[in-house]
């Protein structure tokens, strides 16, 4: 697995840009389940591509570019022998580059190669499918392609920009606060969520509490779900309903579930959802002009 960090000025648009490898015997399927997040792209460079489905939906056979909406729900996934890298949208980079609403593709997987909200970004299959071994040499090249987008205006980006920031923040317990924080209308913000976020205000921010007690859980040494609960549940039963609706299986379920991919990606994942501090990555690229 390798991190590779965006020229500054893509960071707002974009989650991390990674690559993972997946070396196993041919009759092996490794299985894990994401948790909700924003919009995410994967592109095959070699090997078999993933089955992957929303869930409650059964796994199918996915695309060599792949790609799914804003996320209330988790996806289930599996992947055999090969080599992937993924890369995620922020909602002000839907906004940018994204020419349909979010929440018209909110809980979908579609493919990315024959889908109009994502045909900018389809030249990066071919960037990845001619890599060289050398994989910050690829990682400059996506990086230098999105650079070439990056003239794209995002009208209202501030603003987009503020709600994504105050999505981020504990302190914000409901749509009220939300909109205050916002300075905004409650009708204007179910629209701007609607467009650019996938979801109504009042489910995101029930997604954020949830992930924040998910990271707590996950990224302590010892994790305990009493501990990990956010200070906005009212017990514990609370977060056992939010669970099953967000993962589709109980907190005990999910604790007995090996994770052999999301347990390596966890912490930049979460970072990239504004659910924890983002720290420096494994593999770090800064880049500041094309090459």
């Not at 490794?30 to 995410?40: F, G, N, Q, S, V």
């Not at 987008?149 to 920031?165: E, N, S, T, Y």
């Amino acid at each position: 697995m390798q991190f590779f960090r965006l020229s500054e000025e893509l960071q707002p648009y974009f989650t991390a840009l990674y690559s993972f490898t997946i070396t196993c015997a041919d009759d092996v399927l490794i299985e894990d389940r994401l948790h909700p997040e924003w919009a995410t792209m994967r592109f095959t460079e070699s090997g078999v591509e993933p089955v992957a489905s929303v869930c409650p939906d059964e796994v199918q056979p996915t695309w060599p570019f792949v790609a799914s909406g804003p996320t209330s729900r988790a996806i289930k996934f599996g992947l055999r022998e090969s080599r992937i890298w993924g890369l995620g949208l922020q909602p002000v980079g839907w906004a940018k580059y994204v020419p349909v609403p979010a929440a018209d593709l909110a809980d979908r997987i579609v493919d990315a190669r024959t889908s109009a909200a994502f045909e900018v970004f389809a030249p990066i299959l071919e960037v990845v499918r001619t890599a060289s071994p050398d994989s910050d040499d690829t990682a400059r090249r996506i990086n230098n392609h999105l650079l070439e987008q990056d003239h794209r205006p995002v009208p209202g980006q501030d603003k987009i920009l503020a709600c994504q920031h105050a999505l981020r923040d504990p302190e914000i317990a409901d749509v009220t606060m939300l909109a205050d924080r916002l300075e905004t209308g409650r009708r204007t913000l179910e629209r701007m969520c609607s467009r650019y976020f996938g979801f109504p205000p009042k489910l995101l921010l029930r997604r954020q509490r949830f992930l924040r007690s998910l990271a707590r859980y996950m990224l302590e040494p010892k994790g305990n779900w009493s501990n990990a609960l956010d200070g906005q549940y009212f017990d514990q039963a609370h977060f056992v309903r939010d669970f099953r609706s967000f993962m589709g299986m109980t907190p005990s379920e999910y604790a007995d579930t090996p994770h052999p991919i999301l347990d390596r990606i966890m912490a930049q994942r979460m970072a990239d959802q504004g659910v924890v501090p983002q720290t420096d990555m494994p593999t770090v690229l800064r880049y500041s002009t094309k090459t």
